[in-house]
């Protein structure tokens, strides 16, 4: 097997590998596949899997399964918003700058086997997709969510994606083009890492800032059915921004009050 994969960076310079269900292959075959491909040219490897040892010599990126579960569980009233808290504070612990996390809001089996993003996140999928974007993890875009393709795909037979014009594509190109031009939001050790704010009603919004000498953003996601009207602690956010949805100068300090509709977001960009 190591030979097949040296074979495909050699002869036909891929650039690395995703890794179906690799958790169910030693960690140290993987440790030793990658020193193996990394004297051919550097590659970047995706293990389909989410456990922390698999980034310490083998792997850039690992699914996050977790991260998928909770903001289900968030947007079907199983869960509050402070278990989002959780989630990044334990990354943040546990995994070292450069680990990568791979967060979505749809993938294969996703789709076929539990439901489509409609289905999953219902009046939270927006927000969700936001925030998959916007925090720390690499996003990714399943084959028709670019056009709110509303389908359940089957798994192992064809099954074609109608392809329109959907808000939902417009949205992902916006956050892209911003996730590329505004450094903090680079990956891993070249972004900034989230830093919570704190606010009024943690169990309802979630609010951070992630910040470089360059760059900074300052997010705030209402993950509840309810309006709900916010104010923020510390001085982490102060600081002159652009709306990221009206493109409207804002100058934000500690007298700030957002009223968010349930399921908004707003995102400001220094």
């Known amino acids: ?5 040296a074979y495909w960076v050699r002869e036909a310079d891929l650039d690395g590998f995703r890794c179906d269900v690799a958790g169910f292959v030693p960690t140290d075959f993987w440790e030793t596949v990658r020193a193996e491909l990394d004297q051919i040219k550097p590659v970047f490897m995706l293990a389909e899997w989410e456990a922390k040892d698999l980034h310490a010599a083998a792997f850039d990126m690992t699914y996050s399964w977790h991260w998928n579960d909770l903001v289900h569980r968030i947007c079907t009233g199983q869960l509050d918003c402070s278990a989002l808290e959780v989630y990044y504070a334990w990354n943040d612990k ?3 700058p450069e680990a990568q996390r791979m967060l979505f809001v749809s993938n294969h089996d996703k ?3 539990e439901g489509t993003e409609f289905e999953q996140f219902g009046p939270g999928l927006e927000a969700a997709m936001v925030l998959s974007v916007l925090s720390e993890g690499m996003p990714l875009i399943y084959n028709g969510q670019e056009a709110g393709f509303d389908k359940r795909l ?3 037979e064809r099954d074609s994606i109608i392809w329109q014009q959907h808000p939902h594509g417009e949205l992902y190109r916006r956050l892209f083009a911003l996730k590329h031009a505004d450094t903090a939001l680079w990956n891993a050790p070249w972004g900034a890492r989230m830093v919570r704010v704190p606010n009024s009603d943690k169990t309802r919004i979630l609010s951070f800032v992630r910040e470089n000498e360059n760059d900074k953003i300052f997010g705030v996601f209402n993950f509840s059915a309810e309006p709900v009207t916010a104010s923020f602690r510390e001085s982490l956010y102060h600081g002159s921004y652009r709306d990221f949805e009206s493109g409207e100068l804002n100058h934000l300090d500690q007298d700030l009050t957002l009223e968010l509709a349930p399921w908004n977001y707003r995102v400001f960009v220094r």
């Open 94 to 96: 546990e995994l070292a």
């Open 111 to 113: 789709n076929a086997w």
């Open 154 to 156: 089957e798994f192992f």
């Open 1 to 5: 097997m190591t030979d097949v994969l």
